[in-house]
């Protein structure tokens, strides 16, 4: 006894269409997904580090002064035509002579422009005794934390 496999008529013809369709749109849901989920995850999971790293500075940093090198306008976001982060890079010296460099991806850029930073313009910073590479900016911190009261 021979079996033999039936080629789809012209009525079922869209069935099949309609599920790889069906298939092929619910991958592209997938991967969307997927794309905003695994950042999501990232930046959720390097929350406790990033908080452990605020307390050390606050209760062990070591305060100096510190020369921004670099300011950069990020005009890939903005809100009214105006920028919402600035990009901004400094440099200090550590107890111990070395100097070090910082960078921030992401300054309110409210900040930079009320205040007038530009390069060249000094601001106080804390720096871990232990990892001196490890620092933050005093006042951006202050303005993050007024902000979030409000």
């Known amino acids: 006894m021979f079996l033999v496999a039936e080629v789809p008529g012209p009525g079922e013809s869209g069935y099949i269409l309609g599920q790889i369709a069906r298939f092929v749109f619910s991958g592209i849901f997938l991967i969307s997904g997927l794309v905003f989920f695994i950042p999501g995850v990232r930046a959720f999971a390097d929350l406790p580090r990033r908080v452990r790293l605020l307390r050390d500075l606050k209760e062990n ?7 921004i090198t670099f300011v950069d306008l ?3 976001l903005r809100v009214n035509g105006k920028p919402v982060y600035t990009i901004v890079e400094y440099e200090y010296t550590d107890h111990h002579g070395t100097p070090q460099s910082h960078r921030l991806p ?3 850029s409210e900040i930079i422009i009320r205040q007038k930073y530009e390069v ?3 601001i ?8 001196p590479e490890k620092s933050g900016w005093l006042e951006l911190q202050k303005y993050i934390d007024e902000n979030l009261e409000t």
Do not use: K, Q
């Open 74 to 76: 990020n005009y890939s």
């Open 120 to 122: 060249g313009s000094t």
């Open 106 to 108: 992401r300054v309110p």
């Open 124 to 131: 106080t910073i804390v720096y871990l005794p232990d990892r």
């Open 61 to 67: 940093g070591i305060e100096t002064t510190a020369t």
